[in-house]
């Protein structure tokens, strides 16, 4: 399904909110565990067993993000979009359905597999769209739309903790919460389906240059550069490192202030939840649209060193202070949005527009890898320390010197990004046809 070619006079700020609808519907992952207790207490599940839908999910991300990311370039974003509203609101009407039955394996199916193919391709769908539509600002252009995805917990949380209020946390009202969901992201999601639309190629997008200016990489040549991989080094290493404090934050803090004479309260906690989301979702805008100002490169030494230094001052002084502790965090978390959201732009610098939907499919198989080194380091240090009889901020204060390692290297990585050798350059149209009437020639 190819999209509608935009007519003459159509505003490119329409597709922003046509990404927007796709990126704060898939955002539900990061709500998930509204759904943890009442599933535990209903289907008689562990902790660990009720986290499996979201880790399957977000590993299903990475891998249909890769996989799929040329079908993405080739189909185009009404496409994609079409798949990732079928595959996430299928997700949800499986789960309905495995809860209603209380066999958990269709809620693992359906969440986790079926929903988390919607994640990826969802996440990767308006990427290379709106960087043609916005080659003046590719790094705000990106930043409005995985904006959404950050965002899209503070909606979804409050949302399903009343809905399980009302239909109950039992497995049928978990069942009538996950069918309203399905329904409901289809029907917005249908709304960014509709709207998309792809710029006309054969002239400049008003107010920026030519979308296919500059040197233009194919998927298959940018995953044999270094650059990419220095790059999906920079990305793992960024979103380990906030991804860490992240997935343990209200027990971090809880931790953290245990032994003072002010300790966390539960609610005080989820709170910090809630600024650390905020955070997240500000710097994905935020930053990103600093990154047109400053360049890529400049504001991710920013994330890499100045995040290192924030986990430093928390290793150091974190609980001591209240408000250090907190704003330190924050500011990572800042930068942990922002790395997602700036990682477009960047692509599109080095490889062009040409396929960077699918090279960005690709290396976001650099966030599957740290969706799982960055809990296990933070988790599996602190229960060493706790089982050796340590507790308070002792617990995880090796984890943040590691996190400081992995931000070192991840700085490294940054500064060996240079310019792609124009062997890997695809040639320009003229050119191509200029070699095929060549060879047409000599034959």
């Not at 960005?360 to 740290?370: D, E, I, N, V, Y």
């Not at 070192?408 to 009437?437: C, S, T, W, Y």
Request: proline letters at 6%.
């Amino acid at each position: 399904m190819s999209p509608p070619v935009a007519p003459p006079g159509w505003s490119r700020w329409l597709v922003p909110p046509a990404a927007l609808s796709v990126h704060l519907s898939i955002g539900q992952a990061y709500a998930w565990s509204v759904f943890k207790p009442p599933l535990e207490s209903a289907l008689g599940l562990s902790g660990t067993q009720s986290a499996l839908p979201f880790q399957l999910g977000i590993v299903m991300l990475g891998l249909s993000a890769a996989f799929g990311g040329t079908l993405v370039e080739r189909n185009g974003p009404r496409w994609a979009m079409t798949v990732a509203l079928v595959c996430f609101s299928s997700g949800f009407l499986l789960s309905a359905l495995g809860a209603a039955t209380e066999q958990y394996w269709l809620i693992v199916l359906g969440y986790g597999f079926v929903g988390g193919i919607g994640l990826g391709i969802g996440y990767i769908s308006p990427v290379s769209t709106l960087i043609k539509w916005f080659p003046d600002r590719p790094g705000m252009a990106t930043g409005i739309a995985i904006m959404g995805f950050g965002g899209g917990a503070l909606i979804a949380s409050p949302w399903s903790a009343q809905m399980l209020e009302s239909f109950g946390s039992d497995s049928s009202g978990i069942a009538v919460a996950f069918l309203v969901h399905g329904l409901s992201y289809a029907v917005f999601m249908l709304l960014g389906v509709l709207l998309v639309r792809v710029p006309r190629t054969e002239k400049p997008v008003s107010g920026g240059p030519s979308i296919l200016e500059g040197p233009q990489v194919s998927a298959r040549s940018a995953v044999r550069t270094p650059q990419f991989w220095c790059l999906w080094v920079v990305l793992c290493m960024n979103v380990s490192a906030g991804i860490g404090i992240l997935e343990k934050a209200a027990p971090m803090i809880t931790d953290f202030f245990a032994d003072t004479s002010t300790p966390v309260s539960v609610s005080a906690a989820a709170g910090f939840v809630a600024l650390l989301s905020a955070a997240n979702m500000a710097g994905r805008i935020g930053w990103s649209s600093t990154s047109d100002l400053i360049g890529r490169k400049n504001i991710y030494r920013v994330y890499l060193g100045a995040g290192a230094l924030m986990y430093a001052l928390i290793a150091l002084f974190g609980d001591s202070s209240k408000p250090l502790f907190i704003l330190c965090a924050l500011v990572i978390l800042s930068f942990y949005g922002g790395g997602f959201a700036t990682i477009p732009a960047y692509l599109k610098d080095l490889f062009g527009t040409y396929q960077v939907g699918a090279i960005h499919g690709r290396l976001l198989t650099a966030w599957s890898t740290a969706g799982v080194l960055g809990p296990l380091i933070v988790n599996w240090i602190a229960d060493r320390q706790e089982e050796a009889g340590k507790g308070g901020a002792s617990l995880y204060g090796l984890s943040f010197v590691i996190m400081i390692g992995l931000l070192v290297v991840g700085f490294v990585a940054n500064e060996l990004v240079r310019p792609v050798h124009a062997r890997h350059h695809i040639p320009a149209p003229r050119e191509a046809a200029d070699v095929e009437r060549q060879q047409s020639e000599s034959a």
